[in-house]
């Protein structure tokens, strides 16, 4: 059964991948010719949701096989170029998106993969696609196609619990519960007005302690309350990171599209929610192997908060 979803998850990834790429980035790019011109950030928002449906496809894969990671730099790169040459062709790209993921699926070496890093990063990136919206009409494409790549995160996130918990009764309520729950939130951050929208990083904490929670084989609270500590801290430092740095002009300029003017900061944001959704799992997996001192002072931090719980 793990297979088989994770399948599904991941060609509907692909499948938003190549309509951003052919179909949406070309409604929020300007006209040519180029010469000379700068653009506004928002021009290159659809790059972050493309990128954040890679990663989903690649979270999604994780269960499956633990090197679905190695995709990355080749999936990113034909992105750029592809966007370079402006290809439109929907439905070829389609074809051979479907075709790569399969052949992944099919000869990867099965065994242990890495399910739990998957589901939490994809977790991590919920937020930074439920975000994402037009602020323009001319944009209005980014926003059902952020609600899209916020759904196939959670469900990729989904992926990675389905496959490290027991199957059980219990385990398909909670899993029906969260899904319910988050899918909530990324509707209503998607129908208010941004004043009144759920504060994204709340969405994040919220997502990704229940991710580690529910994967969590020992030590669940320790995991749950420092997951959700580091989360917020990571998340806003990386995405600041991003920001300051500009990184996203390196892309830009690999694609061949007019730079971000002095106003705007070219960031691609997805990268600093990849890092968060990182150093979460790392802080997991730390407080779920504490070695020597510092095993004993998470055990009694462990009990304390046990106690405190069920009191």
Not at 20 to 47: I, S
Not at 67 to 95: E, H, N, S
Not at 105 to 115: E, F, H, I, Y
Not at 194 to 206: H, N
Request: include cysteine; proline fraction near 6%.
């Amino acid at each position: 059964m793990k297979r088989p979803f994770a399948l599904v998850v991941a060609y509907l990834a692909g499948a938003l991948w190549v309509i951003d790429l052919t179909m949406v980035q070309p409604l929020t790019e300007p006209a040519k010719p180029w010469h000379h011109l700068t653009v506004g950030n928002n021009a290159y928002w659809a790059r972050d949701l493309r990128w954040l449906a890679i990663f989903a496809a690649i979270a999604a894969l994780l269960p499956v096989s633990r090197w679905a990671w190695t995709l990355a730099p080749f999936w990113i790169a034909a992105d750029v170029i592809l966007d370079r040459f402006d290809v439109r062709a929907t439905g070829p790209v389609m074809v051979a998106t479907a075709v790569a993921v399969t052949a992944f699926a099919v000869t990867a070496r099965t065994g242990r993969g890495a399910a739990r890093p998957g589901a939490v990063i994809a977790a991590a990136l919920v937020p930074l696609a439920a975000e994402i919206q037009s602020p323009t009409d001319s944009e209005a494409a980014l926003d059902p196609m952020a609600a899209a790549v916020a759904a196939v995160l959670l469900l990729a996130a989904i992926v990675g619990v389905v496959a490290v918990r027991t199957a059980s009764p219990r385990t398909v309520l909670i899993v029906a519960g969260l899904t319910a729950g988050c899918g909530a939130l990324i509707a209503w951050s998607r129908v208010e007005p941004p004043g009144a929208r759920p504060i994204p990083i709340l969405l994040g904490v919220l997502l990704t302690a229940a991710v580690v929670a529910l994967t969590a084989t020992r030590r669940h609270t320790v995991q749950t309350v420092m997951s959700a500590l580091a989360y917020p801290a990571s998340a806003i430092i990386a995405v600041l990171l991003c920001v300051l740095l500009s990184v996203g002009g390196i892309f830009t300029a690999l694609a061949g599209n007019p730079p971000v003017h002095g106003g705007d900061e070219d960031a691609i944001v997805t990268l600093g929610g990849l890092a968060a959704g990182l150093l979460v799992t790392w802080t997991a997996w730390v407080c779920e192997r504490p070695a020597g001192a510092v095993r004993a002072s998470f055990e009694t931090f462990e009990r304390s908060m046990d106690r405190r719980f069920r009191a």
